[in-house]
């Protein structure tokens, strides 16, 4: 299994910005970035294939953006315009090749990292 580091998480108020980063110990076909707020399901936010195909959640378009450097395997999230309801804990995860209806589906990702907080203030 890869293993993979996420990093970049904090406090910041709303509206402010952050950008989490993951380094991935080898090769991943799709990568995902995951949240989990305390007494809330894990609930997937954006994705990413190897040929740069993207999903993201309704909650989060428009204001946040994942991006990757196949060359260092690196995944990014750009947040942007963040809210209280950003508030969570952030994971990165990566898995083989997935429908277009599996990419933001927890389940369906066989690596995760540890999680990096953030925490978004009023």
């Known amino acids: 299994q890869v293993q993979l580091v996420e990093s970049g998480g904090g406090s910041v108020q709303a509206g402010g910005s952050l950008r989490l980063s993951c380094a991935a110990s080898?090769?991943?076909?799709?990568m995902g970035w995951f949240r989990q707020a305390p007494g809330k399901e894990r609930e997937g936010v954006a994705a990413?294939?190897?040929?740069?195909?993207?999903s993201y959640a309704d909650s989060v378009k428009g204001r946040f953006t994942i991006s990757q450097d196949n060359a260092k395997n690196t995944l990014y999230l750009q947040m942007n315009s963040l809210k209280p309801e950003d508030t969570a804990m952030y994971y990165c995860?990566?898995?083989?090749?997935?429908?277009?209806?599996?990419?933001?589906?927890?389940?369906?990702?066989?690596?995760w990292g540890q999680g990096t907080q953030v925490t978004v203030s009023s």
């Open positions: 080898g090769y991943t076909y799709s």
């Open positions: 995860a990566a898995g083989g090749p997935l429908g277009l209806g599996l990419r933001l589906s927890p389940s369906a990702y066989r690596s």
């Open positions: 990413i294939d190897i040929d740069g195909r993207t």
